[in-house]
């Protein structure tokens, strides 16, 4: 601050204005006490504990630390301890357990996910078990979207969006023309810590009759519309990209009016 620049007020009206607390340093700033080693950064408005490990990663020089007199930090709110960047794998030395920095949290990893996700042991640290504990846990780490996967001793398969797990139909498989070659088979255990969402339904524009029946729907904006002969020889459609699905999936999707040309 320039304190040529201060504005000299009267006593009365100083006195008039709310006491707002302590103007803490600007975000990001380094601070310590002249009489203790430990070294805080400012986060929204909080003085938050660097470890050691956490002050090298993220790039803090000592050269950026503020010295202030002892007893001054006493009074600034004190947040969690930093957390490691975003993207960080990590585990206690005593302990296998090994997670994902993600959003400032931990994220457990199974092996499962590790494999999926193409992490290597080599990029994982190791800390303390203390400083490890001094983090927050979060849900564990899910697998990449886009995955199929289906458990050892099911056969319902799921694909995976955004951290949930969504049930493929039979139907629906051959409709998003899915391979079974594609499928990766995780333990029951690990299927069951990922999140189920909501079935997986078909894709826009799919072609789609069922075994009992010879009218064929084109799925359009989530609804299936019954195509005449004439309308499906006027999209240029092709018989061979029609898919036979079950008639229980058919009644999951409202039906709208036939498409006549």
Known sequence: LDLAAATL???????????????????????????????????????RLLSAFVFQQRGYKFSQILTAEPGELDGYPTGPLMPPLDGTLIKAK???????????LLEPLTYFVFQERGFKFRDVVSVEQAELSSWTVGKPMPPPT???????SAPMVYYIESGVKRPISYGVFLARRLNFKDV????????????????????????????????VYYLVDGVLR???????????????????????????YQVGAVVEN
Do not use: C, M, W
């Open 146 to 152: 886009g995955l199929l996967v289906k458990a050892q």
């Open 94 to 104: 005593e302990q296998p357990a090994v997670y994902h920095v993600g959003n400032g």
């Open 9 to 47: 007020l009267p006593d009365e009206e100083i006195l008039s204005y709310k006491d707002g607390g302590r103007a803490l340093p600007e975000e990001g700033t380094l601070v310590k006490a002249r009489d203790n080693p430990a070294v805080y950064v400012i986060i929204n408005n909080e003085k």
């Open 184 to 215: 990766v088979v995780a333990t029951d255990e690990e299927l069951a810590i990922i999140e189920l969402g909501e079935d997986l339904r078909l894709p826009e524009r799919a072609l789609v009759k069922t075994p009992e029946a010879a009218t």
């Open 226 to 252: 019954p195509l005449t002969y004439t309308a499906f020889q006027n999209r240029r459609l092709l018989f061979r990209d029609v898919v036979t699905i079950p008639a229980e999936e058919l009644t999951k």
